[in-house]
């Protein structure tokens, strides 16, 4: 049975290192540990807990509690009533941990606790076993019914190891402020803002910004170096707001392609390189790429991609077992490839063959549009002449132009009808737009017609 430290300070003169920034306050490694210890004696005797914490610090207090108690977290990709009612269903045992004053979820409850005046002293780092279960992360499966995915130990650490290897980030004497502003609870947040930090050496911060000016003062709360994990949504969202940004040593993005022109002002503005990270739920991440300098993908070390039929499996390293990737991916060495959007999202109308993603980033791409997608219809599938529709944010622009600039880059059959200006999209909170909120958004612009 192998045996991996719960985090990677391991050397005793480490155990006052600063692990993390909460509210302000520098938390060294005893204290840290010493929140674990007083949470774990709290929780009840159930085995799975969902951990609602929305500090960033208190979640990873709750994760690794959880751990050394030996309970499952279970990481859900929304908290509706609905996923929740779900969630029971699969684990009927299950609790929930929050921090908020009024938690809504409707589960027996503990309320994070306050910590101890005076924390555990000599407090030894655990040691965790590699085959142990720590969490349950779950996707929207195709009929609504949460997906479980289980994740050991020993692969997340590998996982993370290997981030740490391909970020570069075991050269530095100096630990990274890792500044998040997706939530812990989603798969990408989980490996790049807790164990990156827990597991990489380095500090994490415990707020989760979303407005520009919020991430810009969480930036400003710690020290430099920072890393900054964010979505194309956010980083966008920031360079809009034109405010004056502190210094970043590196910058993340995932959950949805950047274009070029994207990554280039945004490394511009901070002066920093951006990488973006590509995984999934199922595998965690398997490849980086940096957008400035290349459109292909470089996969980490250790994971292979072969190709049978139609379908692209990757497998090696954390990734224990072969898992089918839901992408569309062209080889281009043994260890690069580009990325051509979802299997599910490619469309064939008139014998003539795009994706969504692609028709995404062509609109995205015109000047004016803040925020931009297009829908494919339920049945678009089936019948080759059905109508694309497209939802946008673009409040300097007339339908006349943006179609004329459309007309310019994609094909006219894939030109949406309706298209429909409005306020925002419904973005979650890592700045994915799950399909039924789309739907349902297009519902409310046309009333009782069919999309």
């Not at 005893?30 to 929305?54: E, G, I, K, W, Y």
């Not at 999202?345 to 993603?357: E, F, H, P, Q, T």
């Not at 939802?391 to 007339?398: E, G, H, R």
Request: charged share 15%.
């Amino acid at each position: 049975m192998k045996r991996l430290p719960l985090v990677a300070h391991t050397r005793p003169e480490q155990i006052e290192q600063i692990v993390a920034w909460y509210q302000g306050e520098a938390i060294s490694l005893s204290r840290f540990l010493s929140d674990v210890h007083h949470l774990a004696s709290r929780f009840p005797p159930r085995q799975h807990l969902l951990n609602m914490c929305t500090d960033r610090y208190r979640f990873s207090v709750g994760l690794a509690a959880a751990i050394v108690s030996q309970k499952i977290s279970l990481l859900p990709s929304t908290h509706t009533p609905e996923m929740v009612r779900q969630v029971q269903v699969f684990a009927p045992d299950v609790f929930c941990l929050h921090d908020t004053p009024n938690c809504s979820i409707a589960l027996p409850q503990l309320a994070y606790p306050v910590s101890p005046d005076t924390p555990q002293v000599d407090v030894a780092i655990p040691l965790i076993d590699s085959a142990q279960l720590i969490a349950i992360v779950f996707t929207s499966g195709s009929t609504g019914t949460p997906l479980p995915h289980q994740k050991h130990w020993g692969t997340l650490v590998q996982s993370v190891q290997a981030e740490v290897e391909r970020l570069g980030l075991t050269a530095h004497a100096a630990p990274h402020s890792v500044v998040g502003t997706v939530p812990p609870q989603h798969m990408y947040g989980l490996e790049s803002t807790v164990l990156l930090a827990l597991q990489g050496g380095q500090t994490l911060c415990g707020a989760q910004p979303f407005y520009p000016a919020d991430i810009v003062a969480a930036l400003e709360a710690v020290p430099a170096p920072r890393v900054l994990v964010s979505t194309p949504v956010h980083l966008r969202l920031l360079l809009d707001a034109e405010l004056a940004l502190p210094e970043v040593a590196l910058i993340l993005s995932a959950t949805a392609p950047l274009s070029p022109k994207l990554a280039q002002a945004i490394e511009a503005r901070f002066n920093a390189p951006l990488l973006e990270i590509y995984g999934s739920t199922e595998t965690g991440m398997i490849a980086t790429r940096r957008s400035t300098h290349t459109q292909t993908w470089h996969l980490f070390s250790q994971i292979k991609l072969t190709q049978q039929d139609d379908h692209v499996t990757a497998w090696g390293g954390h990734v224990s077992t072969p898992i089918v990737l839901n992408d569309v991916i062209e080889f281009t060495e043994p260890d690069h490839f580009l990325l051509h959007g979802r299997s599910a999202d490619l469309i064939n109308i008139a014998g003539k063959r795009s994706s969504l993603a692609n028709l995404n980033h062509q609109l995205n791409a015109i000047a004016g549009v803040l925020d931009g997608a297009f829908y494919m219809p339920d049945d678009a599938a089936h019948d080759h002449i059905m109508r694309l529709a497209a939802c946008v944010v673009a409040p300097t622009l007339t339908a006349q132009t943006l179609m004329r600039a459309l007309r310019e880059r994609i094909d006219p059959v894939f030109l949406p009808r309706p298209l429909l200006f409005v306020d925002a999209l419904p973005r979650n909170g890592t700045g994915k737009l799950p399909r039924a909120a789309l739907k349902n958004l297009i519902h409310e612009q046309l009333g009782s017609e069919s999309v």
